[in-house]
C-alpha cells in the first residue's frame, strides 16, 4: 500500500483558503502572498493524484490558527480545515519526544515533527530551509519542495 505524502502548513493552508469560493480568497490572505490561483489548482491536482494525503495536530493547528479571512469567507475556511480534519490520515504527535529532539530549537515543534515523519513517508513542503535540512537525514525521495514540483508542470 502507498503511504500518503504528508502536506506541509503553508500548502495546507492554501488548499483550505483556497476551497473558499473556488479560490477566490487566495488573494485576500496576508498568509498567501507567495501563492497563487495557479498554485491551487497545482495542489488541487496533486492531492487528487495520491489516495489520500496526511497532516498532524501541529499541522492543523497552525493552519488554524494562519486563517486570516472575515465573516462568511473565513466561516468556509474554518468548514474546509475540519472537513480536511475529518479526511485526510492524522498523524499522532508526541510534543515530549518532538521537543526532545536535537533539532528542536533550530526547528521548532512541527518542523521536527516533520523532520521525523520525512524518514518514513513524502512530504510536500514550500519551506526551503526545512527541504534543505530534511534532504541530508531522510531519504531523497520523502522530500517534494514545492518549488520543484512547480518546476515540472508543463506551462
Excluded at 506541509?8 to 496576508?30: C, H, M, Q, R, Y
Excluded at 489548482?41 to 495520491?50: N, P, Q, R, S
Excluded at 465573516?71 to 474546509?80: C, H, R, S, T, Y
Excluded at 480545515?81 to 528542536?104: C, G, W, Y
Amino acid at each position: 500500500m502507498k503511504v500518503s505524502p504528508l502536506i506541509d502548513t503553508n500548502l495546507l493552508l492554501l488548499f483550505v483558503i483556497g476551497s473558499v469560493d473556488n479560490g477566490n480568497f487566495i488573494e485576500a490572505s496576508k498568509r498567501l502572498n507567495d501563492f497563487s490561483y495557479y498554485d491551487y489548482k497545482l495542489l488541487v491536482d496533486f492531492i487528487e493524484k495520491t489516495p489520500n494525503f496526511a497532516t498532524t495536530p501541529y499541522i492543523l493547528t497552525e493552519v488554524s490558527n494562519l486563517i486570516d479571512l472575515h465573516d462568511v469567507a473565513a466561516d468556509e475556511a474554518f468548514k474546509a480545515l475540519r472537513l480536511v480534519s475529518q479526511m485526510a490520515e492524522v498523524i499522532d504527535v508526541s510534543p515530549q519526544e518532538d521537543t526532545n529532539h536535537d533539532k528542536f530549537f533550530r526547528y521548532g515543534l512541527t518542523d521536527v515533527n516533520i523532520l521525523k515523519i520525512a524518514l518514513t513517508r513524502p512530504i510536500l513542503t514550500n519551506d526551503e530551509r526545512l527541504s534543505s535540512f530534511a534532504y541530508s537525514i531522510c531519504p531523497e525521495n520523502n522530500i517534494i519542495p514545492w518549488y520543484l514540483l512547480k518546476c515540472n508542470q508543463p506551462n
